[in-house]
């Protein structure tokens, strides 16, 4: 019982690092995309203030090869949480197996060190052998970025990833790929806990995910009966951040593009009801 009651305190002392590895990886994806929106609009103001059409060239092919490069370092950043939640994963089973008195060795004993290790290798193995599809079109902060270049460079047409083919032999169809990237879209302006659009949008400093102004305060609120430290879980699917009040600052930018998009629907809504009448 002592040696694993001993497990548990390590284990715990353990998986409290990864928490700073997560928030600083966070926080790297955040910068990366600002600098990629810092950029467009640089580009765009150079455009309108120079009428040399050769300059413009050579800065708008400048200006992709550094995007082209923020978005290698997006996707290292992906690459790198998925590593992080494979190793709290694997340290978490192992220490449910330790203080329940199991052997990892499967009775032959076994070094702790190598068999996380082993474990490790080979979920990084498996998430090599995805395409770029599956590893980055389904992840909340790389779609996030792709949506908001798209944004800075067509703010009037409906953002899509496009479709990429899959690597390693895993075929993606291209439209079924558009289809997620649009609902990503409409999803991204609503609020996780009310499913409607976002309104007054405070956005985390922690994860950048976004919430309805009372929605969230409420539910920070409310998990004060059972987190007394003032922080709430994110709402968001698949988060594992917390966020408190001092987290959240307002986007007016985010505002208004979900008040656009909801127009937009609204009168698609009304065009269709149009046509039927």
Not at 136 to 141: E, F, L, M, S, V
């Amino acid at each position: 019982m002592a040696a694993a009651a001993a497990y548990g305190t390590k284990f715990d002392v353990l998986l409290g690092h990864f928490d700073v590895c997560k928030q600083n990886n966070a926080n790297g994806i955040v910068h990366s995309t600002d600098v990629a929106v810092d950029l467009e609009n640089a580009l765009a103001a150079l455009n309108q203030a120079d009428d040399n059409a050769a300059a413009g060239e050579d800065e708008a092919a400048a200006e992709e090869g550094f995007t082209a490069l923020l978005e290698s370092s997006v996707k290292g950043y992906v690459d790198l949480n998925h590593d992080i939640d494979c190793q709290l994963e694997i340290l978490r089973s192992m220490r449910q197996a330790l203080t329940a008195g199991q052997d990892l060795g499967g009775g032959g004993g076994v070094d702790l060190v190598t068999y996380f290790e082993t474990q490790f290798a080979a979920a990084k193995e498996q998430w090599a052998a995805r395409s770029d599809v599956h590893k980055y079109h389904k992840d909340t902060a790389y779609v996030e970025f792709k949506q908001k270049l798209w944004e800075e460079r067509h703010p009037n047409r409906p953002f899509t990833l496009g479709g990429e083919q899959g690597l390693a032999g895993d075929e993606v169809d291209a439209d079924d790929d558009d289809d997620f990237a649009i609902v990503s879209q409409v999803e991204s302006y609503k609020c996780p806990l009310t499913q409607l659009f976002l309104e007054d949008p405070l956005t985390s400093k922690v994860c950048n995910h976004s919430y309805s102004s009372d929605a969230i305060k409420h539910h920070i609120k409310e998990s004060l009966r059972t987190q007394p430290h003032g922080r709430a879980e994110c709402p968001v699917a698949g988060c594992k951040h917390y966020v408190s009040l001092t987290d959240l600052k307002p986007n007016k930018k985010l505002k208004k593009q979900a008040d656009r998009q909801r127009a937009q629907i609204e009168a698609e809504g009304d065009d269709d009801y149009a046509v039927v009448n």
